[in-house]
């Protein structure tokens, strides 16, 4: 991805007044902006950390997790928000139900070797003793395994289909070779990595279906024919859950600026960065803002329940609101982990400057960008642009014509050497080698990039609270939702249902 343009920040002008024929200086920062403006420069990395202490002490007293349905995630909201009522905010806790996916177990042995190989979310289990079946190899083409006709004759049937990772979801992937006659699937990457994946739901899953590394699937390649054994155990538990939902008392209720972050974590670990960070970056501006600032818009602050499931928590939230009440939303800004060890400084890339995957968010989302673009580099810090690749809680915003934005340091996506020149850390090491994984713990935080990245937001919040003049582009709320209803038809048909945290494709 290349750097969105950069725009210094103009100074802000020393305001002048004439008392009694003498000029009497006035501080920038009390008359020419309002607080809110500045609120970055309240927000101290100790107290962020603080919050970070207290969501890994949760999980250590409860199994060492944080995930959506457990008594980890139960605490969690309850820390946060015992918080925010004792700050003054107007906080609820909406409850919302959803099908749980558990990984038990999963194994895969190729000409008697064992493979190393993980569940896509949402995959059905194999029968007891597995899947047993030879190897067939899906040839690759411009839409591998999106349709019958990319078989081109080769007989999967009865077989464990071989399909390299491109062009449509996973999903779609393991239903077209399940009716060729596919047993089970395996999807390796098409990228350096391991993949990581969910067919979007407990629907979604046709066969049993695992990913692998580009590398592993290249050696299966060479084996087609091979006898291969899939044995997959998972299980499917209907979980009642909770979001985290706090607004400012003061400001405009129908221009409200939103801003979210995911709480739970996966089942693996205490999900420390994925995504206490974010939460604690949120949870401490928040408090530094207090429940009734002197705002011209209300600030309604979201953490997000089962987001590890497939963006269930905030997917639910969007779609409860009537059309009205999604309008009073005049943004949505998201930060999902922004204290990765190897970290990198990711703007999602509201104008598609980079021309990469999803295309451009929302009206808006341009600005958005800048916004933080400029936010960071205040800080010394030239950001990059990151796809709307549907892989966290805006997508849900985006398909409904909400403009959005945020910030990210980079998952298991691995550091360029460029990357690693502009902003330190190691080249081919991804941005979190703990992503997903028991070492997503307190003592794998960059701190420094924890730091930035609060600031930047808090920072970003405090700009659009005092004026959203920069977003709307137009004050006429009927003119404001022709667009809405026009850029969500639009987007919708971009953006898959049910994305995950996990990509879809």
Known sequence: ??????????????????????????????????????????????????????????????????????????????????????????????????????????????????????????????????????????????????????????????????????SCTFAKKQRIA?????????????????????????????????????ATGAQLVK????????????????????????????????????AGAHLDSVAEGAGINDNGTGSAGLLETALQLGGSPDTNNAVRFAWWGAEESGLIGSTKYVQGLSFERQLDIAMYLNFDMIGSPNAGYF??????????????????????????????????????????DGRSDYGEFIANGIPAGGLFTGAEEIKTEAQAAKWGGTAGKAFDPNYHQPGDTLVNVDRTALERNSK???????????????INGMQNRAERAEVRKAQAHTLAAKQPQAQGPLSLR
């Open 223 to 258: 084996q087609q024919g091979t006898e291969a054994t899939l044995d997959l155990r998972a299980s499917f538990d209907e979980i009642t859950s909770e979001n985290v939902i706090a607004q400012t008392r003061t400001g405009r209720a129908d221009n409200v600026v939103m």
């Open 178 to 214: 399940s009716e060729q006659g596919a047993s089970a699937a395996i999807i390796y990457n098409n990228a350096e990595g391991a993949l990581n994946g969910t067919l979007g739901g407990a629907d979604a899953g046709v066969i049993p279906t695992a990913g692998v590394s580009k």
């Open 1 to 166: 991805m290349r750097a969105p343009n950069l725009r210094p920040g103009r100074a802000v002008s020393t305001l002048f007044a004439a008392c009694t024929a003498v000029a009497l200086s006035v501080p920038a920062a009390t008359a020419a902006q309002p607080q809110t403006m500045q609120l970055g420069e309240q927000v101290d990395v100790n107290d962020v950390n603080r919050h970070l202490v207290a969501l890994q002490r949760i999980a250590d007293q409860n199994g060492n997790t944080r995930a959506s349905g457990t008594p980890g995630y139960r605490a969690s909201v309850d820390y946060v928000a015992d918080k925010l009522r004792a700050a003054g905010f107007d906080v609820s806790t909406p409850e919302f139900a959803y099908t749980k996916y558990s990984l038990e177990s999963i194994e895969l042995n190729v000409a008697g070797s064992p493979v190393e190989a993980d569940a896509l979310e949402y995959s059905p289990a194999t029968p007891r003793g597995g899947v047993t079946a030879p190897l067939s190899v899906t040839p690759v083409d411009d839409s591998t395994g999106c349709q019958a006709s990319d078989y081109g004759g080769v007989d999967v049937t009865d077989t464990i289909a071989l399909i390299q990772r491109g």
């Open 347 to 388: 703007t999602y890339d509201g104008d598609n400057s980079d021309g990469v995957g999803a295309g451009p968010g929302p009206q808006g989302s341009a600005a958005i960008e800048h916004a933080f673009v400029k936010a960071l580099h205040k800080q010394g810090v030239e950001a990059e642009g990151t796809d709307f």
């Open 456 to 470: 930047a937001l808090a920072n970003v919040i405090g700009r659009y609270a005092h004026s959203t003049e920069s």
